[in-house]
């Protein structure tokens, strides 16, 4: 069975081909670039919608699969934004009908765990999912996903990206910089802030930019946020860790590029007689790839969905899907 | 002190381990036995930080547990706090943890469950959040029952906070205890009631949002 999957919950339109043996036979994509600041919702959107079919065609042209052998559409029916959603699910209905497939709606946040236990052959993981839009420690336990901790306000990359907006940092995702930046810097205290197994990052960033206002140096402050940040969401990876009682860590989300949060995680997991993986930054970043894998898992499930009754949810969260493909 | 220690638990933070208190202060009271909890390095985080956070949390436990016994809580009594070396000594509460005896068929095992409950009631009451208070945390030593553990606990008021504090309390009950939880709970809500009146529907009210979105399930 060959399943074609669609990416759009954000900046990122991605487009896969995975076959039910878990081979990936295309993973493409076309990035939305905000001239200045961050992601505008609309922008992104009319950006997807402007590029789907030239992608579906290089896809099919670079992967040399003709659209009549595709048995299955997939689509990121949520968590993201709307009308980065409705674009793409539009495209998807209309193929899946056209094509006369059945249609699957993925979770953009679970197909990122079901792509890195693909990847990197962890079965049964706690997922430190962390991008510009989600940070999240996830861990399957009766039939779902469930959150063992998350932001109580904005993600990771996120606050990494608006704290090097807000001390000039230029490019964009600002992240990037942030850890180059950082290799020079030495420590400045910043709050830290874990409650319970909740973290948030928006008032280390508020307090990083006053600091730099009051004269403190940028790689100091780049250094700084990502030692707490990072501190933090390693505590409640190891706290989420011996709650579940498993002994496997996977990484994921854009934010897994950053060497500094992978060593720190990888400390933890040795300490602890822990396997730890991370998956690999085409799979990691948002992508086509895992949203057709997921699409194969929940179709096999029997999850499949009436075109018709298939709108998009924006605010789907990880722990409302069943996930009744993982067999524990 | 080498040999008067011995471990009893290995936590994600801290290291437990129980001694006599004449073997740690060189005098007796009336206190004899002692806990020490020690919270470790963490070798993943950059010394200053990790010192910075284990002395604050180390403290706050400190903080909270004397606020705790001064609203009226049985909680262990804080009996050294040595900053430098992050390291706690309190009271060792002995008797029988409420996991254990909800799952023999004693007598007063509801008594213990109203008991428990209204502990959870005096605390937030008095703006403290427990954090884990699982039937675990929660010992009866002769009739009272008191509450241990206040790694995750802080001050506050939120009602969130409390209704996920009674979630686990609730969840605890339903996991270990299932043929007689009904009555257990009920007998614990009985008691959360008594200390925190109107207050406790609120609590209640958010209990079953914070249960709709299904985060704090156990396995």
């Known amino acids: 069975m060959l399943c074609l999957g669609m990416e759009g919950t954000a900046h990122t339109l991605g487009i896969g081909l995975v076959d039910s043996s878990g081979r990936v036979l295309a993973n493409t994509k076309s990035e939305y670039r905000p001239a200045k600041g961050g992601i505008h919702p609309r922008e992104a959107a009319q950006h997807h919608g402007a590029a789907l079919a030239d992608l579906l065609l290089e896809t099919l042209k670079d992967s040399g699969i003709s659209l009549g052998q595709i048995d299955l559409v997939a689509f990121s029916r949520g968590p993201g934004l709307g009308p980065c959603l409705r674009t793409v699910a539009t495209a998807a209905r209309l193929l899946s009908i056209r094509l006369g497939v059945p249609l699957v709606g993925v979770n953009h946040c679970v197909a990122h765990v079901e792509i890195g236990k693909l990847t990197t052959g962890a079965t049964d993981p706690v997922t430190v999912y962390v991008s510009g839009g989600s940070s999240q420690i996830l861990a399957f336990i009766g039939g779902r996903y469930r959150v063992f901790g998350e932001t109580e306000d904005v993600a990771l990359g996120n606050a990494l990206d608006t704290f090097a907006r807000e001390v000039g940092i230029e490019e964009f995702p600002g992240a990037k910089k942030v850890e180059q930046l950082a290799k020079a810097g030495r420590y400045v205290p910043l709050p830290y802030v874990v409650k319970g197994t909740d973290l948030s990052f928006s008032g280390i960033v508020t307090h990083a930019v006053e600091l730099h206002r009051a004269g403190a140096k940028v790689e100091d402050l780049c250094f700084s946020i990502q030692e707490v940040c990072f501190s933090m969401l390693t505590e409640v990876a190891e706290r989420a860790l011996a709650h579940t009682e498993k002994d496997e860590l996977l990484l994921t989300g854009g934010v897994a590029a950053n060497q500094r949060l992978r060593e720190m995680l990888g400390i933890m997991c040795d300490e602890r007689d822990c396997r730890f993986s991370v998956v690999p930054r085409e799979y990691a970043m948002d992508n086509g790839a895992m949203i057709a894998w997921n699409g194969i898992l929940m179709y096999q499930a029997g999850q499949a969905i009436d075109p018709a009754d298939s709108a998009v949810m924006p605010k789907w969260r990880t722990d409302q899907v069943d996930a009744l493909w993982v067999k524990h | ?219």
């Open chain 2, 1 to 219: 002190m080498g040999q008067a220690l011995t471990a009893i638990a290995k936590g994600a933070e801290a290291d437990l381990y129980s001694a006599r208190f004449s073997d740690v202060f060189f005098t007796t009271s009336t206190f004899r036995e002692v806990i020490i909890k020690r919270r470790v390095p963490k070798g993943y985080r950059i010394p200053e930080l990790d010192l910075q956070i284990r002395t604050q949390r180390t403290v706050a436990e400190a903080r909270i547990l004397a606020e705790a016994r001064r609203i009226g809580a049985n909680v262990p009594a804080v009996l050294g706090v040595w900053r430098k070396h992050c390291v706690l000594v309190m009271e060792r509460i002995e008797g029988t943890r409420l996991k254990e005896l909800l799952n023999t068929e004693v007598e007063g095992r509801l008594d213990a469950c109203r008991e428990a409950g209204r502990q959870l009631g005096i605390l937030h009451r008095g703006g403290i959040v427990h954090g884990d208070p699982t039937t675990s945390n929660m010992i009866l030593r002769n009739r009272d029952v008191y509450l241990i553990d206040f790694g995750l606990a802080e001050f506050s008021d939120s009602v969130e906070k409390r209704a996920v504090d009674v979630h686990l309390l609730k969840t605890a009950m339903a996991s270990t205890h299932f043929h007689l939880f009904s009555a257990y709970y009920s007998s614990a809500l009985e008691g959360y009631e008594s200390q925190m009146g109107k207050d406790a529907s609120t609590v209640l009210d958010r209990l079953s949002e914070v249960e709709k979105r299904g985060r704090y399930v156990e396995r």
